[in-house]
């Protein structure tokens, strides 16, 4: 039972019997790691462990490791090896790859350094890492000329620079001359492909690939659980959620061993709530632990259906279960109750984003500004967008188009205009969805003509009219004549517009309640899933 009035005391939640606490986000006691009781051999080598904390402090604290290193051995007349190379090693542990090729770039000049194939092989999987693909291709020449042997290392970190790069075909191309000639690909040039193949739309090398591995008579090596991840993805990303469910299905049939990022690679691009807090129960049926990822994805699922007592329910639990929660999933339940115009939820939970160590960012405060607006409390909307500014964001489109498009509900065209003008004058261009807004707006309260005035000034403004723009303008047309002008302008207009707005507005900010499921396929948030996988 929820208290506060907030929850029905009997309301059950997902399976999960009565949600019970004592106040809607309690402050919790988050386990805390214990600090590592550390046991050095003797005072020189604890001296020497200091140092090198201290130079590593120094590093991140400069963003510049070459200075640092210079410094010291200019102090020291000389760097200890095992101090440069704990160094590098530590850096590649928390993927600082630009630190990384500083460092190497640096000993590489070093006559006291003796650069060798381990060094180069390193200074290429930073490169390819960064996207470097010129660096690294000028290094790979340079072995080449000084005999050192093909690496599948090597050759994996040119195919990588590429695809981060963007240089997709290349990236290929350099898979297939491995493929061929060698150094024959690892799993982990697998994993690197599929991947690149994945950021780079080519879905059907990705599954021709991937079909050529299960081959158990022809296959180099067999798929691991990181390259069924990938395929997931994959095909979440093509909007092809049966072979998504296929793979999934298929790693129980392979003996592949499903882990949280399984089932929150799943969950990521599932539209439905229902399907969504199936999978989640799946999970806990197999003993496989939700992290944060797990909730939050579980607690979007049932703010986007506007059930903003399960998502709550599902925060709760979350907390209970001592899993701290992130910024995303602190911005996904004040999106919820934001949804909805619940203002007071809404402040309970951005308050408590301080408490919990997720220090509010824009998102939050737009979305904040979402909440007042959804409720049609436009004084208590205008307090928080300046509080906006007070605070030290800079007000931007988003802002701004929350406020307009509360204006527009509630038919005040003087203080629509008096926002957007305000946003003109401060040099913020308005998008698609502000003039869409605008324009729906005269439309519904001057007549068709002033609304077609919005829909031809669109293209001036460098905005061509998205398929939601042309919806709304053929709404508004009462007449035969309004319509067939209405269709011209639409005839007339280029057919192959982008249908994602992608004003990163909080979504429904214009969208009445029975267009939502209009584009109920750009549900899948791919920056979330690339964030699951990131985790491996």
């Known amino acids: 039972m929820i208290c506060g009035g907030l929850l029905d005391s009997n309301l059950k939640i997902h399976k ?14 988050f386990l805390r790691k214990r600090k590592k009781v550390e046991v050095f051999k003797d005072a020189a080598d604890e001296a020497d462990q200091k140092n090198w904390r201290k130079l590593m402090n120094e590093i991140d604290e400069s963003g510049s490791a ?10 020291k007349h000389s760097l200890p090896k095992d101090l440069v190379v704990g160094t590098l090693v530590r850096f590649k542990q928390l ?4 630190i990384v090729s500083e460092i190497l770039e640096w000993l590489w000049l070093q006559d006291c350094w003796d650069f060798g194939e381990m060094d180069f092989l390193m200074l290429i999987t930073a490169y390819g890492k960064q996207g470097e693909f010129n660096k690294t291709e000028t290094v790979l020449n340079f072995m080449t000329k000084k005999g050192y042997p093909p690496s599948v290392i090597s050759h994996t ?33 697998y994993q690197i492909i599929l991947k690149i193949f994945a950021e780079g739309n080519k879905f059907e090398a ?3 690939i991937f079909e050529s591995l299960l081959n158990d008579k022809s296959s180099p090596l067999r798929p691991d659980q990181k390259m069924f991840h990938m395929m997931i993805y994959l095909f979440g990303k093509a909007r092809n959620y049966e072979k998504a469910r296929k793979m999934y ?30 999978i989640y129960d799946e999970m806990q049926r197999a003993g496989v632990r939700p992290d944060v990822v797990s909730y939050t994805l579980l607690i979007s699922a049932y703010g986007k259906a506007r059930r903003e007592e399960e998502a709550l329910a599902v925060f709760e639990e979350m907390l209970d279960a001592g899993v701290r929660p992130t910024k995303k999933a602190y911005n996904i339940l004040l999106h919820a109750f934001a949804l909805s115009g619940m203002v007071e939820q809404a402040r309970i939970v951005f308050k408590s984003m301080h408490r919990d160590r997720c220090t509010p960012d824009l998102y939050s405060y737009n979305t904040m500004l979402l909440a007042y607006v959804n409720a049609s409390d436009m004084e208590g909307a205008e307090k928080f967008f300046r509080r906006i500014k007070q605070d030290g964001y800079e007000l931007d489109v988003v802002a701004y188009g929350t406020l307009i498009n509360g204006y527009a509900k509630a038919n005040n065209l003087e203080k629509m205009m008096e926002k957007y003008e305000e946003m003109r004058v401060s040099s913020i261009k308005a998008n698609q969805t502000v003039l869409t807004t605008i324009m729906d707006a005269y439309g519904k309260n001057k007549d ?3 609304a077609v005035v919005w829909f031809k000034d669109m293209e001036s403004c460098g905005v061509v009219p998205d398929k939601k723009a042309k919806n709304v303008l053929l709404s508004l047309a009462k007449t035969t004549e309004e319509l067939t002008e209405a269709r ?3 005839g007339h207009t280029d057919s192959n517009v982008n249908e994602n707005t992608g004003d990163g507005f909080p979504k429904s900010v214009i969208d009445d309640d029975e267009d939502e499921d209009e584009d109920e396929d750009d549900d899948y948030d791919y920056d979330f899933a690339k964030e699951i996988l990131s985790v491996q």
């Open 157 to 189: 970190a040119l195919m990588e620079a590429y695809g981060r790069g963007g240089q997709y075909n290349k990236a290929e191309a350099t898979f297939r001359r491995m493929q061929s000639s060698g150094p024959e690909p690892s799993a982990v040039t």
């Open 66 to 75: 070459v200075s640092v290193l210079t410094s010291m051995r200019i102090e």
């Open 249 to 278: 299905a298929l790693m129980a049939e392979r003996g592949v061993q499903r882990s949280t990022v399984t089932y929150n690679s799943l969950m990521s691009f599932e539209r439905s709530y229902k399907e969504v807090s199936n």
């Open 448 to 450: 068709f003509d002033s």
């Open 488 to 490: 011209q302008l639409v």
């Open 206 to 208: 990705a599954e021709e």
């Open 95 to 98: 993927k600082k790859w630009n």
């Open 16 to 29: 999960r019997g009565e949600v019970v606490c004592f106040g809607m986000l309690a402050p919790r006691k």
